[in-house]
């Protein structure tokens, strides 16, 4: 075990830093010669079939179920195409009704996930085609799957995901683009598209070079027991996987929320005893943000402030800013997600946690 850590002292944290090279895997080969699109060898669909598609469905569980919400975002926001996302468990059990011609995708890191694995039982049974979105080559799912995408990110040994968990967000960044561009999308937005892509593996390499900085914040942060994710749009889904990061490892109590929605309910929980960390990117969003970041501070919550290069806060009002670079927002979801992987790892370690192998969870759970 020592010797594949290679100098590390968790496979979470080796799995975090790994994450350029397992980008750079997840990406190579599947640009078109032009470079204005994606493209996969395993989808087993003709453009035509897919341009017939009125409606995605992706499924998934835990950790995966938050890289379908960004799939969501960035397919409905780039190829205008309605998208639903639901739980594999309960998606199994609630006989929805669909529409005339949905493609279902399963999104799956191991692909021995038996919610999951029954959801695409129960969708291929109703006749719907059922693609995987999959990281272990010739899973249980990615065999009784109709075809799908590998992730090609290497094994992933820590409980908590990560580099999975940003691969498939980059999977997902990938499938957008490749639907939009047999819809709408123009060439130049393409090709500006995928150059966007292809910088993701050096911004998250800027990303990690603060981890020096965000160690000290999960020194002071590790002895709170509650703690609150915000973030809007493509950052909801990064606060709801913030918080169960920090849940899986730290065992702090920790809730995702979309900021706005805040002040219909979890403010309740404010005070000096429950920090919130707030995404703030640059962008039409940032002030109203700003005003969130606001309530809890006048309410004396800690607030830990995530911002894009070249964005600026009022005077005093975060007590932590982390700074990310500014990037295309297809790229957004993954940058944003390097620093609460290494809040959540820091202040796993700083309680002393075991961080590979926490308490009560399973890498892939294969009972229901
Ligand atoms: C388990 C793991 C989670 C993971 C989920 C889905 O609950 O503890 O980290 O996100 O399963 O796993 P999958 O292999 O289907 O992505």
């Given amino acids: 075990d020592a010797a594949e850590l290679n100098g590390y002292a968790h496979f979470m944290e080796k799995e975090i830093f790994e994450q350029p090279a397992a980008l750079e895997n997840s990406m190579r080969g599947r640009f078109s010669e032009d470079g204005s699109t994606a493209k996969f060898g395993g989808l087993n669909l003709g453009p035509v079939d897919f341009r017939q598609i009125d409606r995605f469905a992706f499924l998934g569980c835990g950790t995966a179920w938050h890289s379908c919400l960004v799939a969501e975002h960035l397919i409905e926001r780039f190829a205008r195409v309605p998208v639903e996302v639901d739980y594999a468990s309960e998606f199994r059990y609630r006989n929805a009704p669909l529409s005339g011609n949905p493609l279902f995708f399963v999104m799956s890191q191991s692909g021995e996930t038996i919610d999951t694995l029954g959801a695409l039982r129960e969708a291929q049974r109703k006749g719907y085609k059922v693609l995987a979105i999959n990281n272990t080559v010739g899973s249980t799912i990615a065999r009784e799957a109709d075809g799908g995408i590998y992730q090609h990110v290497g094994p992933e040994i820590g409980v908590a995901s990560t580099k999975a968990f940003t ?65 809007r749009l493509s950052l909801f889904p990064i606060a709801l996987e913030g918080a169960l990061k920090l849940k899986e490892i730290s065992y702090i109590h920790a809730e995702g929320y979309p900021a706005a929605e805040m002040k219909h309910g979890p403010i309740a929980l404010i005070n000096e005893l429950c920090p919130s960390v707030f995404f703030a990117p640059k962008g039409e969003i940032f002030n109203k943000v ?28 975060a007590d932590e800013v982390i700074t990310i670079p500014d990037c295309h927002e297809a790229v957004l979801p993954i940058v944003a997600t390097i620093p609460v992987q290494l809040l959540s790892y820091y202040i796993a370690v700083a309680r002393d946690c075991d961080v590979d192998k926490p308490r009560n969870l399973a890498k892939s759970v294969t009972v229901e």
Avoid at 176 to 192: N, Q, T, Y
Avoid at 220 to 225: F, I, P, S, T
């Fill in 167 to 231: 691969s498939q967000l980059l999977i997902g960044a990938m499938l957008a683009l490749h639907v939009a561009r047999m819809r709408d999308m123009s060439f130049a937005d393409g090709v500006e598209y995928v150059n966007a892509l292809k910088s993701a593996p050096n911004l998250v390499r800027k990303a990690l070079e603060q981890a020096g900085h965000i160690k000290a914040i999960a020194q002071r942060l590790a002895k709170y027991n509650d703690m609150l994710f915000l973030g």
């Fill in 290 to 317: 700003v005003s969130s970041m606001q309530e809890v501070k006048a309410r004396k919550g800690p607030v830990i402030a995530i911002i894009t290069e070249g964005c600026e806060l009022p005077e005093g009002l």
